[in-house]
């Protein structure tokens, strides 16, 4: 392949994807002598999505656009991979790179495949063993693994699940979490004072959220669908009952949009005065939210990974993670969506400092922020390329 430019095809369709392509987008496009980078975006999430490809200044030549009011799976399955193969056939890529676990993720790999065309994935390997857990991520992302030609794995145990599954040694590379790279990015601006303030003025103006050391920020987020059967209900019981406890503290919650999860949030946490229930942020803002606040309850993925960056306990309301490396190292907590153990824990961290101190410095497992430059190093050995910044 050398002597030639060398084509890239990257898709992703959700916010969080976004946030993990967006360095490693940026870092091709350092090189445009040697690579030509064409992004499609699913559009799988709009508004969230678009929030960060804002943010980010990445401008997409494919925009799906496919995503309709309470659609299903087997809606979004269709459209994708109709959508992307369409895209696929008329560019003729020499590579399709697909991140994470969505099923933009599975299908645009899919579509790859029925075209012969080379796919690697980034964040390879994560595992939870259990197939509806998280659902569909876990199968998406398994499925995934096996159409890949090239497994980015984001620390030794994802690459040891791939081994154990019996993925080739050669074609896995441990090269951390591009997610740290986007965060420290972001960080790196809000180093600037009048930066800062904006934020600060942000939260006050816009929802009257005063993020002062006096007041102890809990910043929640849950939109996960295995909770929607009764797990979200008991968190927000559990968010209710610590509110009501403890008035040293303020929680701050952004809703999900989907219906699903807006109706018991509002239902149980709508009118305590010490809960905030506002919109979904932008990443931007979102990551200055986590750097103020004291502790951090979720069930999403990327956080478990972030905060610890940030020196910000997590705990897991989920049964299972997918990233246990953050337990190992004492990072987060998994505690489910039992009321009674997330106010428990909750509090432990609250009024026990050598236990709050422990988890907030210890070390991040998932890298330091140089994942991008080191992908794209490898696919250019990978395509024998020569030529990089």
């Not at 030639?4 to 870092?27: C, D, N, Q, S, V």
């Not at 040891?160 to 951390?176: A, R, V, W």
């Not at 007041?215 to 996960?224: A, D, E, Q, Y």
Request: aromatic share 8%; with cysteine.
């Amino acid at each position: 392949m050398k002597g030639r430019i060398i084509k890239i095809l990257i898709a992703f369709g959700t916010r969080p994807e976004a946030i993990k392509m967006a360095p490693i987008i940026k870092r091709f496009e350092l090189n445009k002598n040697i690579f030509d980078t064409i992004v499609c975006v699913t559009a799988q999430h709009r508004e969230m999505l678009d929030q960060v490809l804002n943010l980010f200044e990445i401008n997409p030549q494919y925009d799906l656009n496919i995503m309709t009011n309470n659609q299903t799976l087997h809606d979004l399955t269709s459209k994708v991979i109709l959508g992307i193969t369409n895209v696929i056939e008329h560019e003729r890529p020499d590579l399709v790179i697909v991140q994470g676990d969505t099923t933009t993720t599975f299908m645009s790999a899919l579509a790859a495949f029925y075209l012969k065309i080379p796919i690697a994935h980034v964040e390879a390997g994560l595992r939870t063993k259990s197939k509806f857990s998280p659902f569909p991520e876990e199968m998406n992302r398994q499925l995934t693994t096996t159409l890949a030609d090239y497994h980015f794995a984001p620390t030794e145990e994802a690459k040891n699940n791939l081994i154990k599954e019996g993925i080739s040694e050669d074609s896995i590379y441990i090269t951390g979490n591009t997610v740290i790279d986007a965060l420290k990015w972001v960080i790196k601006k809000h180093e600037e004072f009048s930066v800062e303030r904006k934020w600060y003025n942000f939260f006050f103006s816009q929802y009257n959220i005063s993020l002062s050391k006096s007041m102890r920020t809990i910043l929640v987020t849950g939109h996960r669908r295995e909770s929607f059967s009764g797990g979200l209900k008991r968190i927000c019981t559990a968010l209710s009952i610590l509110s009501k406890k403890n008035s040293n503290i303020q929680i701050v919650y952004p809703v999900h949009l989907n219906p699903n999860v807006k109706e018991p949030v509002h239902s149980i946490l709508g009118n305590l005065k010490n809960v905030y229930l506002i919109k979904p942020l932008d990443y931007e803002p979102f990551v200055f939210l986590m750097s103020k606040s004291f502790l951090i309850l979720t069930d999403s993925g990327g956080i478990q990974e972030e905060a610890p960056s940030l020196g910000k306990p997590v705990l897991v309301m989920r049964d299972t993670t997918e990233r246990p490396e953050g337990i190992k190292a004492g990072t987060a907590k998994l505690v489910g969506t039992n009321n009674d153990i997330i106010v428990e824990t909750t509090e432990k961290l609250l009024y026990h400092h050598g236990k709050y101190e422990k988890m907030a410095k210890a070390i991040n497992p998932y890298g330091n922020g140089n994942s991008a430059k080191i992908i794209v190093d490898l696919i250019r050995t990978k395509l024998d390329i020569t030529k990089i910044v």
